[in-house]
């Protein structure tokens, strides 16, 4: 928590302009109403309605993918799993841009819950695809056939997204979702955190809720039975909770690759296997992990904002690799 808050502190102080601590704290007291020294106009926007909803969105979206990351790698009993490698974040996008370009839902449907759908799509179509791959191949391992599954449906979720934009969206739509697409905080507004960190709590609180079954179905499915756990209601509810909060973020901030995979690895480093503490351990890792990130992509390049995707995915290709060759080493030995 003191390493959260250090994080978020230096989000709202670094940046092209360089803001003080005594002005934040300045800014934060007259916005809860207390009296204080009056604060530049420019310093006070640029804190508290870019900055703060920045970070604290930062630090839902980061929570979210790692407690995501969390909950496939025991289901799924895989160490590759993570919902941008299965897929479940191209499925978002899809889902997302259906939505907001396509019209999907007749105005009813949000662009989060069109994310949703799209997530849950994804995820049917890589579980029944690693399915019939394990049937048909001669020693196809689950992972194996899972990881090359999840790879496919991101292509195939990916290239429908393509599909939608260059035939229906103007110029300026295309620029838009494609730079939204590699992950962006740019648009940050309070709206966004209204509806992220409550998604995020919910998520935390559901999940946190069935630490046992999780700690029970990284032997396997029948293990978890024999311990009486009903596991197709657990896989359901907690799935569904992953494809919600990868949703959500998506909508929100776009596809950002690599932290539901690097950052559930260095929890387990930090504290253990035991879900009850890697939960949150997990959670608070991604906030601080995905708040980092977005400080670097701020001041990486002057004068420029990187996409955050971008950020990620220099940290987590690596740490994707390292993590194939230990996992395969692991099955080889």
Same mark, same amino acid.
């Given at each position: ?8 502190? !230096? ?23 207390? !009296?204080?020294?009056?604060? $530049? ?7 508290? !309605?870019? #900055? ?11 929570? !979210? ?12 009993? $895989?160490?590759? *799993? ?59 391992? *689950? ?40 992950? $962006?905080?740019?648009? *940050? ?22 630490? #046992? ?121």
């Amino acid at each position: 928590m003191v390493i959260l808050l250090a994080a978020v502190g !230096s989000a709202l102080v670094i940046g092209e302009t360089v803001i003080p601590l005594p002005t934040i704290w300045n800014v934060l007291k007259l916005e809860f109403g207390y !009296s204080a020294p009056e604060v $530049n106009p420019i310093d006070h926007g640029i804190l508290w !309605s870019y #900055r703060l909803p920045r970070a604290i969105l930062a630090m839902a979206c980061g929570a !979210s993918l790692a407690l995501s990351g969390v909950v496939l790698q025991a289901l799924l009993r $895989n160490p590759l *799993s993570d919902p941008y490698i299965l897929g479940l974040s191209a499925g978002a996008s899809t889902g997302a841009v259906s939505v907001a370009i396509l019209g999907f839902g007749a105005g009813v449907l949000s662009l989060s819950g069109g994310a949703f759908i799209g997530a849950l799509m994804a995820f049917g179509f890589v579980a029944f695809l690693a399915r019939m791959a394990k049937g048909e191949g001669a020693g196809a391992t *689950s992972s194996l056939a899972l990881l090359l599954a999840g790879v496919a449906g991101a292509q195939l979720f990916h290239a429908l997204t393509a599909l939608i934009i260059a035939k229906s969206a103007d110029a300026n739509q295309a620029r838009a979702i494609i730079f939204w697409m590699m992950g $962006n905080l740019s648009g *940050s507004r309070w709206q966004d955190v209204y509806l992220a960190v409550p998604v995020t709590m919910l998520g935390l609180g559901v999940i946190f809720g069935h630490f #046992r079954a999780l700690d029970a179905m990284t032997f396997g499915r029948e293990a978890a039975q024999s311990m009486g756990i009903r596991t197709s209601a657990v896989m359901t509810i907690l799935i569904g909770t992953t494809a919600l909060l990868t949703a959500i973020m998506v909508s929100l901030s776009g596809a950002i690759g690599f932290v539901g995979l690097v950052v559930p690895h260095a929890a387990r480093f930090l504290v253990g296997v035991r879900h009850v503490v890697l939960i949150p351990a997990a959670a608070l890792a991604g906030g601080v992990f995905l708040i980092m990130a977005d400080i670097v992509s701020r001041v990486l390049i002057p004068g420029q904002t990187l996409p955050i995707g971008v950020v990620t995915a220099l940290v987590g290709a690596p740490a994707f690799a390292v993590i194939l060759v230990r996992s395969s080493r692991a099955h080889s030995g």
